[in-house]
Structure formats: C-alpha cells, structure tokens
C-alpha cells in the first residue's frame, strides 16, 4: 500500500522531463492533476477523463528517465503512481 504524500510538487513545467519519457506521457500535465488533486480534492481528477488511455499514468513504467532530467529530481514516477492510484479509487467508487 502506497504511502500518500501530503504535499503538492512544486513542478515548473519546463519539461525537460518530456522528450525522454519513452511512454510520451505529458508529466507535467499530469503533476498539476496531481496537485490540484492534493489541494482541491480528488474529484478534480475528473478533469483526466479527456486524456486518451495511453496519456494515463498508469502507462508509466517507472524507467525513471524523466527523474535523471528533471533540475528538481522529482520522483515523477512515484508521484504518477500516486496519481494511478488515486484514479483508481475514483473509478472503484463510482463503480459501486
Ligand atoms: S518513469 Fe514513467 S514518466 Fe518517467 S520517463 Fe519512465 S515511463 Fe515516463
Ligand atoms: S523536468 Fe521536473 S520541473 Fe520540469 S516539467 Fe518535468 S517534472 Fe516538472
């Protein structure tokens, strides 16, 4: 079980991260969901219904690419499974 951080990241949209994501995932759009998650509420993530299934942070594959060139060393990968994790609980919720 992942421990949940209590903090948003501080990410500056640079994407220097980007072009090494093999996954070409769109981090930084992912971490400001991530964040407003955190500040907002997790029902904000329903604004990622939009993003095509292979944009979703479940695709990552924890290479850690995107962490080596990122100035900050974001743990991007951990924040991403965060986020999956988060989704998910959406989705088992509405589910029920
Ligand atoms: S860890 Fe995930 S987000 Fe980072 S480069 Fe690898 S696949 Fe992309
Ligand atoms: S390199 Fe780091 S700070 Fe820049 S966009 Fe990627 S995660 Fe954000």
């Not at 072009?19 to 993530?45: Q, S, T």
């Not at 299934?53 to 690419?65: D, H, L, R, S």
């Not at 995107?66 to 988060?86: A, V, W």
Request: glycine share 6%; with cysteine; net charge neutral.
């Amino acid at each position: 079980m992942i421990q949940y951080r209590k903090i948003a990241v501080p990410c500056t949209s640079c994407r220097y991260c980007t072009p090494h994501c093999p996954m070409e995932l769109d981090i930084p759009f992912l971490l400001r969901a991530y964040n407003e998650a955190k500040v907002g509420g997790e029902w904000r993530l329903n604004s990622l219904s939009a993003l095509p299934e292979v944009k979703m942070p479940g695709n990552c594959i924890g290479c850690g690419a995107c962490t080596e060139h990122c100035p900050q060393s974001f743990d991007i990968p951990g924040y991403l499974r965060e986020l999956r994790e988060m989704l998910d609980k959406i989705r088992t919720a509405a589910e029920q």
